[in-house]
């Protein structure tokens, strides 16, 4: 059973810094590209960052500079390092895995990220 658990979320004030986390259980982690997204209220889903399986970095232009994504493999673990967060951060963030074998991502199921005074 594929598992992806995220978790690291919370209430934080602008300016500061979260660290996310998403653990992989029940794929070969080493193989997968490895996904951040967000959802805010009454928005779509948008990819935030990705990490793919050869190590290429790819960013959304209102991320850059501010989050950065690494991931783990000994302990399928991919991270997403937040700083500088601003109120329009603000959403629930989810992981996913994919690799060329799939049609549609695994994901998970999501850790809200609220910036507020």
């Known amino acids: 059973q594929v598992r992806l658990v995220e978790s690291g979320g919370g209430l934080v004030q602008p300016g500061g810094s979260l660290r996310l986390s998403c653990a992989a259980s029940?794929?070969?982690?080493?193989?997968?590209?490895m996904g951040w997204h967000r959802q805010a209220p009454g928005k779509q889903r948008e990819l935030v960052a990705a990490l793919t399986r050869d190590g290429t970095t790819t960013y959304a232009d209102s991320v850059k500079d501010r989050f950065t994504v690494s991931r783990d493999n000994n302990r399928n673990i991919v991270f997403l390092q937040m700083t500088s967060l601003e109120p329009e951060d603000t959403a629930v963030y989810y992981c996913?895995?994919?690799?060329?074998?799939?049609?549609?991502?695994?994901w998970g199921q999501g850790t809200q990220v609220t910036v507020s005074s």
């Open positions: 996913s895995a994919k690799t060329l074998s799939l049609t549609n991502p695994y």
């Open positions: 029940g794929i070969m982690f080493v193989f997968y590209d």
